[in-house]
């Protein structure tokens, strides 16, 4: 059974930066494509950003482009979430994903995913 463990989240006032990790409690993370989904209260989850198994391609919801990166370090078996420039709409409890096959592309439906962590809250004050 995979174990995602979120961390990072906080309270940050607009324009502020925050990083979020996921650490996995297997070495096989680095064959999977990993991604990041959010909830704010009372809406449904969405795709916020993933990336390849490769590290080499990522993808990026159109309300945090240019502002939040993906990254990995397979080595650390542990996938990141740089948000710079944080907006009050930007809060949400953060959950990272395992995509279900191996060698996976990013991919932003959340079908595709099987394993999840439990959320890091993203608090972003005005």
């Given amino acids: 059974q995979v174990q995602l463990v979120e ?3 906080g309270l940050v006032q607009v324009g502020g930066s925050l990083r979020l990790s ?6 096989t993370l680095s064959s999977y494509a990993m991604g990041w989904f959010r909830q704010a209260p009372g809406k ?4 916020v950003a993933a990336i ?3 590290g080499v391609s990522t993808r ?3 309300s945090v482009k240019g502002r939040f990166t993906i990254s990995r370090h397979n080595a650390k078996n542990t996938v990141y979430l740089q948000m710079n420039s944080l907006k009050p709409e930007d ?4 959950y990272c994903a395992r995509h279900r096959t191996v060698w996976s592309p990013a991919s932003i439906v959340q079908g595709d995913y099987d394993y999840w962590g ?3 809250q993203v608090t972003v004050s005005s």
């Fill in 7 to 9: 961390s990072g989240g």
């Fill in 22 to 27: 996921c650490a996995a409690s297997e070495r």
């Fill in 44 to 47: 449904e989850r969405e795709f």
């Fill in 52 to 54: 390849s198994w490769t």
């Fill in 60 to 62: 990026y919801a159109d």
């Fill in 91 to 94: 809060t949400a409890v953060y």
């Fill in 118 to 120: 439990q959320g890091t």
